[in-house]
């Protein structure tokens, strides 16, 4: 028997959301784009999902609770056979006004080991030493709506040695040193351990006021920015071995386990597996556990991983990252034409701009989103504007 209070999983739901009021967050960016009033405080991440932290609901009801009551008809079986009874991603849409924190996140080995071993010794989930939050992955992809930076992945030893060296400091000379001569991914693991150690506490000072002196040298005013944004954290020197990557609107970057990275300014749609396990390296008051940062961070220097959409005729531009839990698909709505939106599959519809009309009944407007559950009929999308829609990615059972 259906129960009562829970929405039949047979069409799209309109969504109510919540948005996260970080203190890294613009007051006014997503009042802007959606046409709101600001409140006075941050609005950084506006989320849609099935998230225990922040569920979105669908008739008042939390979808986490639709989607574990029944699975099969919200998930469809192959997504519910494949991830359980859990929505498998999240997807955000993020207003970043001063950088997040430098982060990483665990292969779903390691976060395994982790929450059982974190669950093992009694620590509780809303405890701040908490590394572990639950036992999966968190890949992520961030798609531009605005231009957008920030921090990819360890840079070519040889350019950070370069780098390091334009700030003029007799004391960074054995990281340059090490990062010149040394095998890239142990030169990296040593320097990246060294630059986080309190002992580097008065060698951080140094670089800190150098990269306030070296305000005409574009390469470094993105690190000065940095600095003035988290005076005296240990992330600040770690940033610089990092890529700093730009990306215009429509433009995608993928960020796999290991890899580390901060955001650091503009709106984008984000989208990632459904999980909270988080390891921060600095530009942070929160945890920092640097002994199990230093055993997930993959040491390999690597190019940025932009993701390249496939565009169809009619509009819409596939973003389709190594990830089973998601993908996503811009739709560019010009208002001659109707998409049919694929059947069997859970799918978040979000409106960003103009109008999107989903199905006969249901109208989205920028900041509305609807959750089209796996047995509700193929769907037509059409109107004028952007919207953005996740699904689960290509994954084998």
Same mark, same amino acid.
Not at 185 to 201: P, T
Not at 230 to 257: F, K, Q, R, S
Not at 271 to 286: E, Q
């Given at each position: 028997?259906?129960?009562?209070?829970?929405?039949?999983?047979?069409?799209?739901?309109?969504?109510?959301?919540?948005?996260?009021?970080?203190?890294?967050?613009? #007051?006014?960016?997503?009042?802007?784009?959606? @046409?709101?009033?600001?409140?006075?405080?941050?609005?950084?991440?506006?989320?849609?999902?099935?998230?225990? =932290?922040?569920?979105?609901?669908? =008739?008042?009801?939390?979808?986490?609770?639709?989607?574990?009551?029944?699975?099969? $008809?919200?998930?469809?079986?192959?997504?519910?056979?494949? +991830?359980?009874?859990?929505?498998?991603?999240?997807?955000?849409?993020?207003?970043?006004?001063?950088?997040?924190?430098?982060?990483?996140?665990?292969?779903?080995?390691?976060?395994?080991?982790?929450?059982?071993?974190? %669950?093992?010794?009694?620590?509780?989930?809303?405890?701040?030493?908490?590394?572990?939050?639950?036992?999966?992955?968190?890949?992520?992809?961030?798609?531009?709506?605005?231009?957008?930076?920030?921090?990819?992945? +360890?840079?070519?030893?040889? /350019?950070?040695?370069? !780098?390091?060296?334009?700030?003029?400091? &007799?004391?960074?000379?054995?990281?340059?040193?090490? !990062?010149?001569?040394?095998?890239? =991914?142990?030169?990296?693991?040593? #320097? +990246?351990?060294?630059?986080?150690?309190?002992?580097? *506490?008065?060698?951080?000072?140094?670089?800190?006021?150098?990269?306030?002196?070296?305000?005409?040298?574009?390469?470094?005013?993105?690190?000065?920015?940095?600095?003035?944004?988290?005076?005296?954290?240990?992330?600040? #020197?770690? /940033?610089?071995?990092? %890529?700093?990557? @730009?990306?215009?609107?429509?433009?995608?970057?993928?960020?796999?386990?290991?890899?580390?990275?901060?955001?650091? @300014?503009?709106?984008?749609?984000?989208?990632? $597996? %459904?999980?909270? %396990?988080?390891?921060?390296?600095?530009?942070?008051?929160?945890?920092?556990? #640097?002994?199990?940062?230093?055993?997930?961070?993959?040491?390999?220097?690597?190019?940025?991983?932009?993701?390249?959409?496939?565009?169809?005729?009619? =509009?819409?531009?596939?973003?389709? &990252?190594?990830?089973?839990?998601?993908?996503?698909? *811009?739709?560019?709505?010009?208002?001659?034409?109707?998409?049919?939106?694929? @059947?069997?599959? &859970?799918?978040?519809?979000?409106?960003?701009?103009?109008? /999107?009309?989903?199905?006969?009944?249901?109208?989205?407007?920028?900041?509305?989103?609807? +959750?089209?559950?796996?047995? /509700?009929?193929?769907?037509?999308?059409?109107?004028?504007?952007?919207?953005?829609?996740?699904?689960?990615?290509?994954?084998?059972?």
């Amino acid at each position: 028997m259906p129960h009562p209070d829970l929405p039949p999983a047979t069409a799209p739901m309109r969504l109510a959301t919540t948005i996260r009021p970080y203190d890294w967050g613009s #007051v006014t960016a997503l009042p802007r784009l959606f @046409g709101t009033e600001p409140t006075g405080e941050p609005q950084a991440e506006l989320w849609m999902g099935a998230h225990p =932290g922040a569920p979105s609901t669908a =008739g008042g009801v939390p979808l986490n609770e639709l989607i574990a009551h029944d699975p099969a $008809a919200t998930l469809g079986a192959p997504a519910a056979d494949r +991830f359980g009874p859990e929505l498998p991603y999240l997807l955000k849409v993020l207003a970043i006004e001063r950088p997040l924190s430098l982060q990483v996140h665990p292969t779903t080995e390691q976060a395994k080991a982790g929450y059982a071993a974190e %669950n093992a010794r009694g620590i509780p989930l809303d405890d701040r030493t908490r590394t572990y939050k639950d036992a999966s992955h968190k890949p992520e992809m961030v798609c531009a709506l605005t231009p957008f930076h920030g921090l990819c992945g +360890f840079r070519a030893p040889a /350019a950070t040695a370069a !780098l390091l060296d334009r700030l003029g400091l &007799p004391g960074l000379r054995p990281w340059i040193d090490a !990062l010149t001569t040394g095998e890239p =991914g142990a030169a990296l693991r040593r #320097v +990246f351990a060294e630059m986080l150690d309190d002992a580097a *506490r008065p060698l951080r000072a140094g670089v800190e006021r150098a990269l306030m002196e070296a305000a005409e040298d574009d390469e470094l005013t993105v690190y000065a920015g940095i600095a003035r944004a988290y005076p005296g954290d240990p992330g600040i #020197v770690a /940033a610089l071995l990092l %890529n700093h990557v @730009g990306l215009a609107p429509g433009e995608a970057l993928y960020l796999g386990a290991g890899v580390p990275h901060a955001y650091l @300014g503009g709106i984008g749609v984000e989208i990632m $597996a %459904n999980s909270d %396990n988080v390891l921060r390296c600095g530009l942070t008051s929160k945890h920092v556990d #640097v002994p199990e940062l230093m055993r997930v961070v993959d040491f390999t220097p690597t190019a940025p991983h932009r993701v390249e959409p496939a565009e169809d005729p009619r =509009g819409a531009y596939s973003y389709r &990252p190594p990830a089973p839990e998601f993908a996503l698909t *811009r739709h560019e709505l010009t208002g001659e034409h109707t998409d049919q939106l694929p @059947g069997g599959v &859970p799918q978040i519809v979000l409106c960003v701009e103009g109008e /999107a009309r989903l199905g006969d009944d249901l109208t989205l407007r920028p900041g509305e989103s609807a +959750f089209v559950p796996a047995a /509700a009929p193929s769907v037509t999308l059409a109107g004028k504007g952007t919207v953005y829609r996740a699904e689960p990615g290509a994954f084998t059972l």
